[in-house]
């Protein structure tokens, strides 16, 4: 499968925002957030945060309360969310294309109504830790009309209300950093996995190449991607590497990692 390669074309409207962005996202790795994160880790032991981003994690809560569930309910209907949404749905169905999904972590539940619209004969369900953000995406379905289609449900990724071998493909959009219990959650994809499925857990990361933030700079503008900086400021985000390394003390055994939009997508397979 081909990896989205981002376009390098210098005569781009937008070029002006090369090296900036990347002299941007590099002040945020310098400003001190990701200092002491572990360069190398082990398959023995869970990648590890710098303390700050330890820190970030202990207080920030692993689903979105009310009134943040509106907010960011809100801020995911604009244009640079829904482009990821499609980009990434695009993706999980060049993995699967029919039979069941379950997105952990489902939000808004915006990314389920564009695997629809791809793909209609598929199972979908999602879940989420937050009653006020399933309160959203349950409305998100009806205003799609989709809501006698999509199963939205409330639970937490170390423990979903499902049996095992239940799902053909286990995604995640954008949550994983909020996990407290990252370990625990991916042996729980695991669990509810079929034999040969596979789990996509995309999400930011704090070492985004520079290449794949220049062309999402040209693509969506400065202002968009400084918003974005900002972002990765107040969330725990792994590294690359670091998020790659989750994979390894579970279930699977190890995984592999790979760039979708801005999004970085741990790949793992259930033997």
Known sequence: ???????KDPTSPKSATHGKLSGLFAALRGAGLDRGE????DCGGMAKLSFWRRQLKRVHPEGIPWPGSFFYNALSGTVIFQSHYELVAKDILNYCSQGSLLDIGTGPGRLLVKLHQQSPAMRLVGIDSSPSMVAEAQKNMVKAGVSGV????EGNA????????SFDVVVSQWSIHHWKQPIEGLNEVYRVLKPGGYALMY??????PAEVLDEMGRKFGMWKMRLFWLHGFEEPFYTRENYESLACPTLFKGGQTRFVGILCCLIMKKG
Do not use: A, C
Request: no cysteine; hydrophobic share 30%; net charge negative.
């Open 158 to 165: 170390s423990q979903t209300p499902f049996d095992g071998d």
């Open 150 to 153: 999509i199963e939205i449900r």
């Open 203 to 208: 999400d930011l990361v704090s070492d985004t």
């Open 38 to 41: 572990k360069k190398e880790l």
């Open 1 to 7: 499968m081909e990896n989205w390669v981002p376009d």
